[in-house]
């Protein structure tokens, strides 16, 4: 098992840009989940998807991010216009289905941004 | 906002030494996490203790919850420069999929 993958690693761009972030979960696992990371607020939930669903997207920060998960193995985090305050780390993770609450998250190796 | 807060924010020991770094918590919870995270890379889960749980031991991992005092604590004997990483703890609630994560204690393990 791959487990679960992120793309790009690196991503630098320019103020104003669009940004795609992409992630594949792990087979078999029907809740997806992404996260941002930052020195300033540390682990930050953005949004989290049950059989392709969108359940909880309280964590994105403004109209500017949108998810979407066309399929069980692809989801995509967009950033449209990007700014310099959304350089982070975006993490992807993925769990198995389970008893909500109790669930282990397979997290990605996660995406740098860096908006100039 | 934060759930967890680690303390403390960052450790250094002696390879061989044990290390521990505690988490405490603001609202009620059934389940505590603890996660590692190496420089440059995801997450990785450790372990997880219940609620009714007081202790729970995997490997080198010894971890602690007191639900009273809203807190947990996670040790690490006999450490070794490997376990050099930030250590998360995540409080989660039955019924849903939204874990909270802590800051994190960067625990640096000399050889």
Redesign the interface.
């Known amino acids: 098992d791959a487990g679960v993958i992120q793309s790009p690693r690196h991503e630098v761009t320019e103020m104003g840009q669009e940004v795609t972030l992409r992630c594949k979960p792990i087979s078999g696992h029907d809740y997806l989940f992404w996260y941002r990371q930052t020195m300033m607020r540390g682990l930050e939930l953005l949004i989290y998807f049950n059989n392709n669903v969108p359940i909880d997207d309280s964590g994105m920060p403004e109209d500017r991010f949108s998810a979407k998960m066309p399929n069980a193995s692809f989801s995509t985090l967009k950033i449209q216009p990007s700014e310099p305050r959304d350089s982070a780390v975006y993490f992807c993770a993925s769990s198995p289905p389970g008893l909500a609450g109790y669930n282990e998250q397979f997290f990605g190796p996660g995406t740098r941004l860096t908006v100039l | 906002s ?1 759930q967890g807060e680690e303390d403390p924010q960052a450790l250094s020991i002696q390879e061989g030494e044990n290390a521990t770094m505690n988490c405490s918590y603001k609202t009620s919870i ?2 505590l ?1 603890w996660y590692r995270q190496n420089s ?6 450790l372990i ?1 203790i ?1 609620s009714n749980e007081r202790e729970k031991h995997s490997g080198r991992l010894r971890v602690t919850l007191d639900t009273s005092k809203k807190s947990s604590s996670l040790l690490i004997t006999a450490s070794r420069a490997a376990d050099t990483a930030s250590y ?1 703890c995540a409080t ?13 204690t960067r625990l640096k393990v000399l050889a």
């Not at chain 2, 989660?92 to 994190?104: D, Q, R, V």
Request: aromatic share 16%.
């Open positions: 934060q059934n389940n996490q440059g890379r995801g997450l990785v889960h997880l219940r998360f989660g609630n039955s019924g849903t999929y939204k874990y909270i994560f802590g800051t994190g």
